[in-house]
């Protein structure tokens, strides 16, 4: 079918609503769970029946015709994308059209993403866990090299588009990335994320090096807890991008701090002309060795960090063989400079113990004799009056550890929640993963009684209660639902608000619920809603994973006098 054609058949999102849930409504597929939604579309994961295989497929939702027009042009260039095939990124599998709603069929790549790891709190990371981050990080750039090889620009690097699925990380929502948007009064290129935004971008002046600041943004929030730069509008961040200068806290070190000043140059032409250049910087290692790993396919992981001849730290992440490359750079041959450490090493520790042993001896002596003449010069000693006695603490009991172990879960989520809201920075849901929570296998119908409770004009403590006495399950099902609810819609927000109060309800959890607005949502009440329904998630995973522990949970909160009664 022409691109003219399509532009004549308007989408049907009546239809697809009503239908969606169907097998087959995307032929060979079934979808089972809402995954997201963003500027352009939503995303659900599928199923393909011919082999059980889970999948990803996007239905792109642009409302402005002549944005319409150029997306469906674009999607032509779409089999450019599908035809890369790389480890480190979301694979698109195929493309098409249902009810006049195209749609992307992409691989499954998990539903935890990069952004979900980072801290918020404006605090840097701990060793091990800047060292995961970084892995995570560099495999990003694998990906975004990848495209850049092939002359394509992603135009949207952030951590909520890096998926993680074990120890892989995988770049996705590439593809359509050059829109140029007119509705909404939004940016003039809409695919990108104000935050992780280039300033050339502004002027519709973008190519590779926008990537490359994109990823220099990441890598700052990384390091540091947070973006280097806020503001209370999208115009606000946009305009800082333009002119501010990045504050480069004291937690950076040397290289760090000149990796970020390089990557987030206002100027295009300033910054590292290719991904391999940052890499090669950051690694402290010469780039064209380093685009010859990537390349290759080399794996980049983060290295403990080594020291050249002169102490100076050399490099925190390193491509394999590099690092040995590097330590070689002494005057030394390694092995002699090793075996000489050793040595030393050894000397050292063996004059110390003979030092230690003969001031131990010499101030054993001097003691004796001090407290002897001491003895002889003492009056004839009193009876001492009876201590009172010190009550000793007592220990608290494996409830009471549990539930101080809650609240400072909760207080965490709710910090979470609170950074989510200043930022304007909706947090990326994910489904209750399967292997941490044992689900029931009859959860659909324990979903379909708190659905009735979520659909009622006023919150009834009442059901609320008897929901509450069929325990684990309804609380799961009720975590569940809030993954899938859309937060854009005041209806979806209502609903979300009466599961809020009986997830409360039934766990005696306070501080993980929103209030329903009186109208329309706005940015605020979407944000607050999806980091709400992620500490719920969140919580599930943690103090739910089985019937005992959701038992344990009740009991450490008052829900429940004993294991296995409920009041």
């Known amino acids: 079918m022409s691109t003219s054609a399509n532009d004549r058949r308007l989408p049907d999102w009546e239809s697809f609503y009503l239908d969606y849930r169907k097998p087959g409504y995307v032929a060979g597929f079934e979808i089972t769970t809402k995954l997201g939604g963003g500027m352009f579309g939503l995303v659900f994961r599928a199923r393909k029946q011919s082999i059980g295989k889970d999948y990803a497929i996007k239905f792109l939702q642009v409302d402005d015709q002549e944005v319409r ?64 981050l970084l892995q995570y990080f560099l495999q990003a750039c694998r990906g975004l090299a990848a495209l850049h090889e092939r002359s394509l620009v992603h135009f949207d690097i952030k951590p909520a588009n890096v998926f993680l699925k074990g120890a892989v990380a995988r770049l996705g929502d590439y593809g359509l990335s050059k829109l140029v948007t007119h509705s909404r009064g939004s940016l003039s290129m809409g695919r990108g994320t104000p935050y992780y935004m280039a300033p ?155 030092l230690y042993t003969k001031g131990v001896r010499s101030q054993t002596t001097y003691a004796a004799s001090k407290a002897s003449a001491a003895r002889a010069s003492m009056p004839t000693p009193q009876p001492a009056r009876p201590a009172s006695p010190v009550r000793p603490r007592q220990p608290l009991d494996r409830s009471q ?73 309804t609380f799961l099902a009720g975590v569940a639902m809030l993954q899938e609810l859309d937060y854009e819609d005041v209806v979806d927000c209502r609903r979300a608000a009466n599961v809020h109060r009986f997830l409360e309800h039934a766990t005696a959890l306070q501080g993980l619920a929103a209030a329903a607005p009186e109208c329309e949502p706005c940015d605020g009440d979407i944000c607050q809603f999806r980091a709400v329904a992620d500490g719920w998630r969140k919580v599930a995973e943690k103090f739910a994973k089985s019937d005992v522990d959701y038992q344990n949970l009740l009991v450490a909160k008052g829900r429940a006098t004993v294991a296995g009664s409920q009041r």
């Open 69 to 132: 027009r150029a997306l469906l042009a674009e999607l032509e260039a779409v089999k450019l994308f599908a035809q890369i095939d790389h480890p480190n990124l979301v694979s698109i599998e195929d493309r098409g059209e249902v009810d006049g709603i195209p749609f992307l069929v992409m691989s499954f790549a998990g539903t935890e993403t990069l952004q979900g790891r980072i801290a918020t709190d404006g605090q840097p990371p701990t060793q091990d866990n800047k060292r995961e």
């Open 401 to 473: 550890q549990l539930a101080a172990q809650v609240d400072q879960f909760v207080a965490a989520v709710q910090r979470t929640a609170h950074n989510a809201i200043q930022r304007r920075s909706p947090i990326e849901l994910s489904a209750l993963r399967t292997p941490l929570v044992d689900l029931p296998v009859d959860l659909d119908r324990y979903t379909d009684l708190v659905d009735t409770l979520s659909r009622a004009a006023e919150f009834s403590a009442g059901y609320a209660k008897k929901l509450e006495r069929e325990g684990r399950a």
């Open 200 to 354: 050339e971008m502004l002027q519709r002046r973008g190519d590779h090096r926008s990537d490359i600041y994109s990823l220099g943004i990441m890598l700052y929030e990384i390091l540091c807890g947070c973006v280097p730069f806020r503001g209370d509008s999208e115009w606000e961040v946009l305009r800082k991008h333009e002119v501010a200068a990045p504050e480069l806290p004291a937690c950076l070190t040397p290289v760090e701090r000149a990796v970020l000043q390089r990557a987030l140059q206002k100027d295009p032409a300033a910054r590292y002309q290719s991904v391999h250049d940052l890499v090669g910087a950051l690694a402290g290692v010469d780039a064209g060795r380093v685009g010859a790993g990537l390349a290759a396919e080399t794996p980049i992981v983060p290295s403990r960090v080594l020291a050249a001849a002169d102490g100076v730290e050399v490099s925190s992440c390193l491509v394999p063989d590099q690092a040995a490359e590097l330590a070689r750079a002494g005057a030394e041959p390694p092995r002699r400079r090793a075996a000489f450490g050793v040595l030393l090493m050894l000397g050292l520790l063996v004059g110390s113990a003979v």
